[in-house]
C-alpha cells in the first residue's frame, strides 16, 4: 500500500467529516452554546435586578415600620389626649349633677322645714285653744274663731 494514498485518503475521509460536521453538527452546537450563554446572562441579570429590588423593598419596609410607628405614636397620643377630655367632660358633668342633686335637696329641706313649721303652728295653734279653753273653763269653738286661729298661726 502506498503511504501517499491512504494520506490521500485520510484527507478526503477528514475533510468530508469536517464538512459534515460543520453543514450539520457545528450549527446546532453554536446556537445551543449561544442560548445556553444567553440564558445564563438573563440569569445573571435576574439575579442582579432581584438583589436590587431586594434593596428596595428593605428600604420601603423599613420606610413602611417607620411610618407605622409615627402613626402609632400620633394615635397614641390622640388616644390619651380624648381619654383626658372624656375624664374632664364626666368631671364637668358629675360636678353639675352633683349642684343639681344639693339644690334638689336644699329645696325639698325648705319645704320640709316649711312643713314642719305649719305642722308646729297648728300644733301650738290647738294647744292655745286647748289651754284657753281650760282656763276659761269653756267651750271655744274652732270654727267660730277661724280668724283669730289664723292671727295666731301668722304670729308664730
Known amino acids: 500500500m502506498n503511504v501517499n494514498a491512504t494520506i ?3 484527507l478526503i475521509t477528514f475533510w468530508l467529516l469536517v464538512w459534515f ?3 450539520y453538527v457545528w450549527g446546532p452546537i453554536t446556537s445551543m452554546m449561544d442560548a445556553r450563554s444567553k440564558r445564563i446572562a438573563d440569569g445573571l441579570a ?3 435586578r432581584g438583589k436590587h429590588e431586594l434593596e428596595l423593598a428593605a428600604k420601603r419596609s ?3 415600620l417607620h411610618d407605622a410607628k409615627q402613626k402609632t ?5 390622640q388616644g ?3 381619654g383626658a377630655q372624656v375624664v374632664e367632660d364626666a368631671k364637668h358633668s358629675a360636678k353639675i349633677e352633683a349642684d343639681r342633686i344639693i339644690a334638689g335637696a336644699q329645696a325639698e329641706i325648705r319645704q ?3 312643713r314642719a313649721k305649719e305642722a308646729l303652728r297648728q300644733h301650738v295653734a290647738e294647744l292655745a285653744v286647748a289651754g284657753a279653753e281650760q282656763i276659761l273653763r269653756k267651750e271655744i269653738d ?6 283669730l286661729l289664723e292671727k295666731i298661726k301668722s304670729e308664730l
Open 8 to 10: 490521500i485518503g485520510q
Open 80 to 82: 390619651e389626649k380624648r
Open 62 to 64: 423599613s420606610e413602611v
Open 142 to 147: 274652732a270654727n267660730a274663731h277661724a280668724d
Open 46 to 48: 435576574a439575579g442582579e
Open 21 to 23: 460536521v460543520m453543514k
Open 112 to 114: 320640709e322645714v316649711n
Open 73 to 77: 405614636t400620633e394615635i397614641i397620643a
